[in-house]
């Protein structure tokens, strides 16, 4: 089961795209794969572990009460395997938003899609991963602290002011010369400017056509700045393996906002 939580924290809400929660059961088993994205995650696990290789991600049972990721943004969909018994608290933040919650150390060391989360806040994240785990399955309550902690770190670097909003900060990388702009682009997106354009629009056209399913996908392809149809498959087919049509029969769109495809 899937669950989205609110954040009402007006100094945080413009840096974070969305939070889940999700209820595995005990036997319960779900494959999917989870859509190129340019939204950092930071993924917090109670009695499971993550297991990242070539294949992709398995989420499994294990003795370790709480264990915590990040998983930066992603060109190709990564292919996720579950197994219950476990709980997830997932943050997604919006892009240019994660570097303002950690030091400027990270963002030159930062090479792995997948990395431990205590690796970046160090033993103050493992004591919040013990106020977390002493909730007890309380989806809500477990935010907030997650949050209070994300805002405590954004306050101490001094970047949950207007200037480091998202979009104003874009605004300000275009501003930049073409190599500046690139460069820190990169450096704050963990993308290129065209990865993250193809992504953006790809999202875009596929929540347009699932919102509408009576739209041809013409119409859409247009609408989002390809040339034709066959130009928004061919992208479609490059990064997600997928025709538009064959995503669309197990598309996953919650909010408007893509999330994830069935295996098919």
Same mark, same amino acid.
């Given at each position: 089961?899937?669950?989205?939580?609110?954040?009402?924290?007006?100094?945080?809400?413009?840096?974070?795209?969305?939070?889940?929660?999700?209820?595995?059961?005990?036997?319960?088993?779900?494959?999917?794969?989870?859509?190129?994205?340019?939204?950092?995650?930071?993924?917090?696990?109670?009695?499971?572990?993550?297991?990242?290789?070539?294949?992709?991600?398995?989420?499994?049972?294990?003795?370790?009460?709480?264990?915590?990721?990040?998983?930066?943004?992603?060109?190709?969909?990564?292919?996720?395997?579950?197994?219950?018994?476990?709980?997830?608290?997932?943050?997604?933040?919006?892009?240019?938003?994660?570097?303002?919650?950690?030091?400027?150390?990270?963002?030159?060391?930062?090479?792995?899609?997948?990395?431990?989360?205590?690796?970046?806040?160090? /033993? +103050?994240?493992?004591? @919040?991963?013990?106020?977390?785990? !002493?909730?007890?399955?309380?989806?809500?309550?477990? =935010?907030? &602290?997650?949050?209070?902690?994300?805002?405590?770190?954004?306050?101490?670097?001094?970047?949950?002011?207007?200037?480091?909003?998202?979009?104003?900060?874009?605004?300000?990388?275009?501003?930049?010369?073409?190599?500046?702009?690139?460069?820190?682009? /990169? +450096?704050?997106?963990? @993308?290129?400017?065209?990865?993250? !354009?193809?992504?953006?629009?790809?999202?875009?056209? =596929?929540? &347009?056509?699932?919102?509408?399913?009576?739209?041809?996908?013409?119409?859409?392809?247009?609408?989002?700045?390809?040339?034709?149809?066959?130009?928004?498959?061919?992208?479609?087919?490059?990064?997600?393996?997928?025709?538009?049509?064959?995503?669309? /029969?197990?598309?996953?769109?919650?909010?408007?906002?893509?999330?994830?495809?069935?295996?098919?």
């Amino acid at each position: 089961m899937v669950k989205f939580l609110s954040i009402e924290d007006s100094l945080l809400k413009p840096f974070i795209h969305n939070a889940y929660y999700i209820e595995m059961e005990a036997g319960e088993v779900s494959n999917y794969n989870c859509m190129p994205s340019v939204f950092p995650m930071l993924s917090i696990l109670f009695n499971a572990e993550l297991i990242d290789s070539n294949q992709g991600i398995r989420i499994q049972p294990c003795h370790h009460s709480v264990s915590s990721y990040i998983v930066l943004p992603y060109t190709k969909p990564i292919r996720v395997k579950t197994k219950g018994p476990f709980h997830e608290l997932s943050i997604a933040f919006k892009p240019l938003a994660l570097d303002c919650f950690l030091s400027r150390a990270f963002q030159a060391a930062s090479k792995s899609e997948v990395m431990l989360a205590a690796t970046l806040w160090g /033993k +103050e994240f493992e004591l @919040l991963e013990k106020v977390l785990e !002493n909730l007890n399955d309380e989806p809500q309550k477990r =935010l907030d &602290q997650l949050l209070d902690f994300l805002q405590v770190k954004g306050n101490e670097y001094g970047k949950l002011s207007e200037n480091f909003y998202p979009n104003e900060r874009m605004k300000t990388l275009y501003q930049q010369p073409e190599r500046t702009f690139y460069r820190q682009f /990169k +450096e704050l997106s963990y @993308l290129t400017p065209k990865q993250f !354009n193809r992504i953006i629009r790809l999202r875009n056209s =596929l929540n &347009q056509a699932k919102e509408d399913n009576k739209e041809k996908l013409t119409g859409v392809a247009y609408d989002q700045g390809y040339f034709d149809q066959a130009h928004f498959s061919r992208e479609c087919k490059s990064i997600s393996t997928k025709s538009p049509k064959e995503l669309l /029969k197990s598309l996953v769109c919650v909010k408007s906002d893509a999330l994830w495809f069935e295996e098919f």
